[in-house]
């Protein structure tokens, strides 16, 4: 209902210029959005705009919301859009100089191979002459519009933004130009962005800017807890505590039975987001004790939950094709060799558009599903048409000849460039079609030696993982249940740095406490930013002893300045700090501060591993199974224990 300037639907009410919507998992926040909007386009006389977090969570919105009244898109997409026109324009090209005259004059000025290389493709590009010495103003003026690369590299000489330059470009550009910042609000009288926590801090203040002062008003939705990306967002929290009205209103968990929200209740920082469960009864959540959770059988419904992509697709037993299309997609910032190789939709690889297409029409030709393999052979524009074409009925037996062939060779133990071969060899296939895919394969060296051996069967693992999601990473889709979870407790040994039974120790015995630790990070950053500029490098455990030798009075100084910060939380140092601060300052040496530097980034993952925990028992619906190794809890089993009890947790040993 819509009432006297009080917007009220779904639990959500919107009443002043900046809402921040903090709702924990399950608690139905697309829902609450489409519902809202619903009601606000009866009333409304401009747009509504709707920023969701991944294409996955535009689709879904798209579902509950059909209305050309309401834009719906991911920040990237709709911030490319909303500046195409202004890109071409003097003024902001000149901007542009501005911005990046650092960028464009360190490749102009540079002397190593790669800028030489640059700046030669540049002129032969633009039909300059070699001797021409090139500055800024030349390339601005040469330069014909600014566009989004889609890639995580900006083309400084030629106005091609990345992905992050895109975001900061256009949030000073509309912080500069206030007739281009006051179409956000004359175009859309409220602006919804979900998955607040996880968005880029410029694109959160672009926002707030565009619609200060203006009768549009600006909606937050999202969970603190989900944060789990670093900073993101985390700039933005002082204007969030200054300007936002904090709506707590969506109190409900439409997903987990009683018992899972009780313990979502227990492990929430903030008592005043407790949610009252809507799914009564069901079974209470276990954790069990084990001796290595990496033996740990579970059943095939149920969903599993890991910390690494390379965790899932070893279980799926995928792993060499995921690491080979890892070192394919490394450099490609738009598509990751996840999405590659799991999303059937619009795939971008030509290899595994072969591969979809083979497995479909062989999966519905042995189910006699003969409709189908017909739609797949007319819409797949790669075949030979010589020989697909179907003219009388002899052609429909000789087509059937070929996906028999075509089916008993993908059934066999091969490799994936032993089925290229063979239908190289049949001719099944457009030829030019083949031979691209092979002149691709050998312009990527490292790909084609790591696809080389890897066997057909790890694509047909991963397909049917795609049809029906056995394994997920602890932190994907965050905002979807599943009916049973499987959630094994490991350690992050690389990124992301997860400090998994660090966290458990420290909430074992009551000293876990995340707002304090949410305060210390940003004071510690501050601190090693002030020492990198001192010393004129990056502080990380990267650092060779004659760097460490030639900087050890400032390196020096930066741990006594760390150790008198976190001195100040005496259960946080006397568990994680102390024992490596006193090592260094009883022997000084770069071996020594690497330890120092390690206990420092305990903190962040300790922080992640909280987040984690939570989302991996939020997304279970019906059945939680936690589990967790005997020994890494040994010291501390009989605190361990009781707590998890007290959490919520029946405890298996």
Request: proline share 2%; aromatic share 12%; hydrophobic share 35%.
């Amino acid at each position: 209902m819509y009432r006297g300037g009080i917007d009220l639907v779904a639990g959500l009410e919107i009443k002043n210029s900046f809402t921040l919507v903090n709702a924990p998992a399950g608690s139905g926040k697309t829902t609450a959005i489409s519902k809202l909007v619903k009601v606000l386009l009866r009333s409304s006389e401009k747009k509504i705009l709707c920023i969701t977090f991944t294409n996955r969570a535009t689709e879904q919105l798209r579902l509950k919301i059909d209305d050309e009244q309401v834009e719906i898109s991911t920040i990237h997409s709709f911030i490319s859009n909303f500046m195409l026109p202004f890109f071409n324009k003097v003024g902001i090209k000149e901007y542009y100089g501005e911005v990046f005259a650092l960028n464009i004059e360190q490749i102009l000025s540079g002397s190593d191979p790669t800028n030489l290389e640059k700046i030669e493709k540049f002129k032969l590009r633009n039909n300059i002459s070699p001797d021409k010495l090139l500055d800024r103003e030349f390339v601005i003026g040469n330069m014909q519009k600014i566009y989004y690369s889609e890639t995580q590299y900006s083309s400084y000489l030629y106005g091609g933004l990345s992905h992050d330059d895109l975001l900061l470009f256009s949030r000073d550009v509309l912080s500069k130009f206030t007739k281009i910042n006051n179409l956000i609000s004359q175009k859309y009288s409220y602006v919804f962005i979900d998955e607040y926590q996880d968005t880029n801090t410029e694109i959160l203040e672009l926002f707030h800017k565009a619609t200060q002062s203006t009768k549009t008003k600006l909606v937050l939705l999202g969970d603190e807890m989900q944060q789990i990306y670093a900073d993101r967002g985390e700039g933005f929290e002082p204007v969030l505590e200054e300007f936002f009205e904090k709506d707590r209103s969506l109190k409900k968990n439409w997903r987990s039975n009683e018992h899972i929200v009780t313990i979502l209740n227990n492990l929430y920082f903030d008592p005043s987001y407790s949610q009252d469960p809507q799914i009564m009864g069901g079974q209470k959540p276990q954790l069990h004790l084990v001796d290595s959770v990496d033996k740990v059988e579970t059943e095939e419904d149920v969903m599993q939950l890991v910390l690494y992509n390379s965790d899932l697709f070893d279980r799926i037993g995928a792993g060499n094709l995921y690491r080979a299309f890892l070192q394919k997609y490394s450099f490609n910032d738009k598509h990751t060799s996840k999405q590659v190789l799991l999303d059937l939709t619009d795939n971008p690889d030509e290899l595994m558009k072969l591969f979809i297409f083979i497995m479909e029409t062989t999966y519905y030709y042995s189910n006699k599903k003969y409709g189908e393999v017909l739609k797949r052979i007319v819409g797949f524009n790669y075949l030979n048409e010589q020989k697909w074409r179907v003219n009388k009925h002899s052609d429909k037996l000789r087509i059937n000849m070929y996906l028999q062939e075509i089916n008993s060779k993908f059934n066999e133990d091969i490799t994936i460039l032993e089925l290229i071969d063979f239908l190289q060899r049949t001719k099944l296939f457009d030829a030019n079609y083949l031979e691209q895919i092979i002149n691709n394969l050998n312009e990527n060296v490292n790909f084609k030696e790591r696809i080389a051996t890897v066997k057909l069967i790890e694509f047909k693992r991963c397909y049917n993982e795609s049809k029906i999601q056995t394994t997920s990473t602890q932190h994907a889709v965050k905002g979807e249940g599943h009916p049973s979870i499987a959630l094994k407790i490991t350690d992050g040994a690389h990124s992301p740095n997860v400090q998994m039974y660090l966290f458990l120790e420290l909430i074992a015995k009551d000293m876990f406490n995340y707002t304090e630790l949410k305060e210390i990070v940003p004071d510690i950053r501050a601190l090693k930013e002030n020492y990198t500029k001192l010393v004129g490098f990056k502080i990380s455990s990267s650092i060779t002893k004659d760097s460490y030798e030639a900087n050890k009075v400032n390196l020096n100084n930066y741990i006594i300045e760390l150790d008198s910060r976190i001195m100040r939380h005496n259960h946080l140092y006397s568990i994680i700090f102390q024992t490596v601060f006193v090592a260094y300052f009883s022997s000084s040496n770069v071996s020594n501060f690497k330890k120092c530097l390690s206990a420092i980034n305990k903190i962040e993952g300790i922080i992640l591993a909280y987040k984690l925990f939570y989302v991996g028992c939020s997304r279970a619906m019906n059945k939680l199974d936690v589990y967790v190794s005997l020994d890494k809890v040994n010291n501390f089993k009989t605190e361990f224990v009781s707590k998890m009890q007290s959490i919520g947790f029946d405890v298996v040993v």
